[in-house]
Structure formats: structure tokens, C-alpha cells
């Protein structure tokens, strides 16, 4: 079975603060993502990375950076937290091409910013 | 660009059928998949039409039409254990999906 699996359930930070976010999965996807989820508003793409080191915006990508320095890792970073990034924070990972339409997400991270 | 419209909530009884709506606009059009959420975890994937008409899983089948921009999931024989949210996705040619906003089912007895 894949496993993405993330750094944290739950998060609390100041305002400021420097925020780090990891990602892993373990079934070798070229392809991985991060999302937010808020109320009412579905899924929202931040970042994606189609291979190692290499990045796309999503539609979301103010205020966030992202690294991928390894296949299997994909890291989320708030350069310095704001209290609208109180969030639900997915993961997710998929093959490439024709088979991308089946993207495998982590448990999520609730990070709360104070 | 893309934009997706899905209703918000539906409530069913148990048995019951229930009919999940996707419409989209997308400048650049690979298929539709579906996934399925419970309260406090991950989405899932359900299904994936990359072509015109039904596919079917079990209880659950999804529709597509491309003319259309048309999409819809459809929850046969409703169980307890479907109430969750349901989010339609389009897959463009980036390897993207772009998610709406969800559907939320409640199966009530």
C-alpha cells in the first residue's frame, strides 16, 4: 500500500515563526503536492513538485516555499506564519502521466498560528 | 483556467440513491476523478472516467460527458459509513488536479 505520510497531526505557532512541514511517501511518485483545506473551500493547490528539485505554483503560493531535495520528501515551508494561515495542511503524492489522476494523501496537519 | 461547481449537502436515509453533480470549466481537459473524505481524515480516490459514460465500483458509479463538461458520482444502497464529503476533480494535462469544493452526504437510518 502507499504511505504518505506527515511530519505532524497538529501545530501551533506564533505569528512569525518559521514553519517547516514534511512530507513522505514511500512508492517512489515523481509527482507530490501540497494542499490546504479550509471550510467551504474544497482543496487548494499551494505547491507541487514533479521531480527532485524542481517546483510549480499552484494556485495558492503567496506567503509559502516548498523544497523537494530528495524523491520521497516534499517540504512545506511558511517563511513566517500569519495567523491566515491557520489551516488544514494535505499532502498527497501520484505517478505521472496516465496515471495521475489517483493522488495518494497524508493524514494532514492542522496547524493553528497564534 | 479551471473552476469546478459541485451542491454543498444532501442528507439521505440508509438505501437510499444519491446523485453528486460536477460541472467544470477548464481550459485544458484530461478526465474527472472522484474521492471520498470522512470527518477528520484524508481524502480518498474513488473513481476516475478519462472517457464519455459510466464506470462502476461496487455501490458507487461515476458518469462522465465531456460535451457536456459534465460529471456526476452516484451512491447506490447509502450505508452509515458513506456520510462523508465528496469532492469531484479535474485532471488537466500538468498532472494537476484541480479539486471543488466538496459535497457533504449524511446518512441518516
Known amino acids: 500500500d502507499v504511505k504518505v505520510t506527515q511530519s505532524s497531526r497538529y501545530l501551533v505557532k506564533r505569528t512569525g515563526e518559521k514553519v517547516f512541514l514534511e512530507c513522505v511517501q514511500d512508492?517512489?511518485?515523481?509527482?507530490m503536492f501540497w494542499y490546504r483545506q479550509d471550510p467551504g473551500l474544497g482543496l487548494r493547490l499551494i505547491y507541487f513538485s514533479y521531480d527532485v528539485k524542481m517546483k510549480e505554483k499552484g494556485d495558492i503560493p503567496e506567503g509559502y516555499s516548498v523544497s523537494r531535495e530528495k524523491k520521497e520528501r516534499f517540504s512545506l515551508i511558511l517563511e513566517s506564519a500569519s495567523t491566515n494561515q491557520t489551516s488544514m495542511y494535505l499532502c498527497?503524492?501520484?505517478?505521472?502521466?496516465?496515471?495521475?489522476?489517483?493522488?495518494?494523501f497524508g493524514p494532514g496537519t492542522r496547524l493553528t498560528v497564534t | 483556467g479551471q473552476s469546478l461547481e459541485q451542491p454543498s449537502e444532501v442528507t439521505a436515509v440508509e438505501g437510499a440513491i444519491v446523485q453528486i453533480n460536477c460541472t467544470y470549466q477548464?481550459?485544458?481537459?484530461?478526465?474527472l476523478s472522484w474521492y471520498q473524505q470522512h470527518d477528520g481524515g484524508a481524502p480518498t480516490f474513488l473513481s476516475y472516467?478519462?472517457?464519455?459514460g459510466l464506470e462502476e465500483t461496487g455501490r458507487f458509479s461515476s458518469f462522465l460527458s465531456r460535451s457536456d463538461s459534465y460529471g456526476y458520482l452516484l451512491l447506490q444502497e447509502l450505508q452509515m459509513k458513506d456520510s462523508a464529503s465528496y469532492f469531484c476533480a479535474v485532471r488537466g494535462g500538468n498532472n494537476r488536479l484541480a479539486f471543488g469544493k466538496g459535497n457533504q452526504v449524511v446518512v441518516i437510518p
Open positions: 477548464t481550459s485544458g481537459f484530461y478526465g
Open positions: 472516467n478519462g472517457l464519455d
Open positions: 498527497a503524492s501520484s505517478l505521472t502521466g496516465d496515471l495521475a489522476y489517483e493522488q495518494y
Open positions: 512508492m517512489d511518485h515523481e509527482n
